[in-house]
């Protein structure tokens, strides 16, 4: 075992317990409604936030950063911050101003329900010490220390945060986020920065149980160019290809035409959205990865005996997960900021999974473990999964409320946030509508599991490998994440298709109720609007399920209005799954 040590980058600034308060407009009173004077909608909010202290939480020694603006077609607005005190970021300090076209206020989703304020702004630790206990509970190396306040427990405190990178407690030595107190020295939070599709506790359940991942691979004919005749005047220019995929069968790429007989997989016409090859090595920098060329613009042979045919899998799955988003709601691209997603095959030796990284900001690949999954996992509704993380991520940005010694993540934020990767992870199936990877609403089908699938969203009980549930109770605040996704997912599904016995796309389905209720579905298309809408309006770090009813019932008022069958259908689908508004 590697010995932690210290990567030193800056000499860190000491706290001072001497502050002066912003004056000016951010503190002038405002009657209730009324519309607020700024030049933008962001000024608006923040107005608007300090305006309304009571409600909004903000006070003395807040700012609040932009990190994402929505605008309604009927022109109300929803301006999302992050909050600094003092100076100091707030972990659980985010918040949601609504607007409504006029720029008045109309109210607030917050994360924290307390003062962010902490009892003290002295740190008994220094940063040089935080940081050695952040290598050592992440075994790996340690970068600077950032004085922070801890807002996401239920009170605020001083502590340090540290980014550890090459830690041994992270599948394929990626990133973690360690937070320490900066006064007891306790280790408040220890997080993966990625977010890998297999967990360790299904990693060991499969191993237990001696069963291996062997993905069903379509059979793809060599690709065929579809090159014209006529030879470019000027490069780099959009060029149409073909790849031969491991799962999706033969599929049209988009690339960059470099020269006469020179490709490259990088999509113009989607924000240059890119796959490279990561060469075996754990790299989280994606310039480090080696471009992918080509000389006649077709890719991969269908099997893994050509390195290219994983980046056709990766590179079709990220551009059709880009396609759902923009064509149902306008999203351009994974931060809406009209930006490429970007990928790495290869990463790693011998790594088992598949993962969004933050860090990287991108989507990385592994071939395998060699022993219980022996194929990369570059799976439709795996890319779509994982990437939804990275929609979320640029969201609501929702955590797990603990993560264990071997890295399993705990608590209904985490569990909603894996729920909405499986929901809108097949919605991009359903978009693709590939016949080589049929759509549906299982996850993993095509894992080869001895259950057919990993995950299910009618049911999702039937998963015996993750002990998923079909209902909440008081267990679910403390479940593993992928074991408490069930609950949201079911109640998505109920919403979407109804409860019962029924057939869809050569799929049969059985969901349940908790009470015995019969719910009647509004549609998948209208589940996933409401739901997609709940999401990026009304969640925020700390939503829980109950919360995420909430915010689906809002979601579902402002598309359909509250005295409508959608709306009467988002309440009957939560009570089905025991959410209801005194369950909790």
Known sequence: MRIPHIRRVAIAVAVTTTVTLPTGPAFAAAPVGAPATASSPVDAARVAAFAHASATGVGHGDTLRVKDVMTDPDGKQHVRFVRDHLGMPVLGGDLVVHLNGQSAYLGVTRAA???????????????????????????????????????????????????VTDSDTTEAGGSRTVVVDAGSGRIRSDVPDSDEFISPSLDETLRERGEQLNPETGTSAQPVSLLSAAAATT?????????????????????????????????????????????????????????????????????????????????????????????????????????????????????????????CGCMLYGDGDGDMLKKPL???????????????????????????????????????????????????????????????????????????????????????????????????????????????????????????????????????????????????????????????????STTDFHDAREATLKAAADLYGASSTEYNTVAKAWTAVNVTATSG
């Open 378 to 540: 570059v799976v439709l509704d795996v890319t779509g999964h994982e990437l939804t993380h990275g929609v979320v991520d640029a969201t609501a940005a929702l955590e797990p409320t603990r993560v264990d010694r071997d890295g399993n993540q705990y608590g209904e934020p985490g569990s909603l946030n894996e729920s909405l990767a499986d929901i809108f992870g097949s919605a991009v199936e359903f978009s693709a509508n590939n016949p080589k990877n049929p759509p549906n609403y299982l996850v993993g089908e095509k894992l080869g599991l001895a259950q057919k699938f990993l995950r299910r969203l009618d049911r999702p009980s039937l998963d015996k490998l993750e002990g998923a549930v079909d209902y909440w109770s008081p267990e679910a605040y403390d479940a593993e994440v992928h074991a408490g996704s069930g609950v949201s997912s079911h109640a998505y599904y109920l919403l979407a298709e109804g409860s019962g016995r029924k057939t869809i796309g050569g799929v049969t389905y059985d969901s349940p109720t908790y009470d015995g209720s019969r719910v009647t579905g509004i549609g998948r298309a209208k589940a996933t609007a409401v739901f997609y809408r709940a999401l990026t309006r009304y969640m925020v």
């Open 113 to 163: 329900d307390h003062a962010v304020e902490p009892s003290t702004t002295e740190a008994k630790l220094t940063p040089q010490q935080a940081e050695r206990k952040a290598a050592s509970v992440a075994k790996g190396d340690a970068g600077e220390a950032h004085l922070v306040v801890d807002a996401r427990d239920g009170a605020s405190a001083l502590a340090y945060q540290v980014r």
């Open 235 to 359: 490069y780099p220019v959009k060029a149409t290809g073909s790849g031969a995929s491991l799962f999706a069968g033969k599929v049209t790429l988009t690339t960059t035409r470099t020269a006469r007989t020179s490709y490259l997989l990088k999509d113009p016409t989607r924000w240059n959205t890119e796959t490279r090859d990561a060469r075996g090595q754990e790299l989280e920098a994606f310039s480090r990865g080696k471009k992918l060329t080509d000389a006649d613009n077709k890719w991969g042979n269908g099997a893994t005996s050509s390195r290219v045919t994983a980046a056709v899998d990766a590179q079709y799955g990220i551009t059709k997960t880009l396609d759902f988003y923009k064509k149902t709601f306008g999203r351009k691209g994974i931060k809406n900021n009209s930006a490429g997603a970007r990928a790495m095959v290869h990463f790693g030796n011998k790594v088992g999974n598949a993962f969004w990284d933050s860090t």
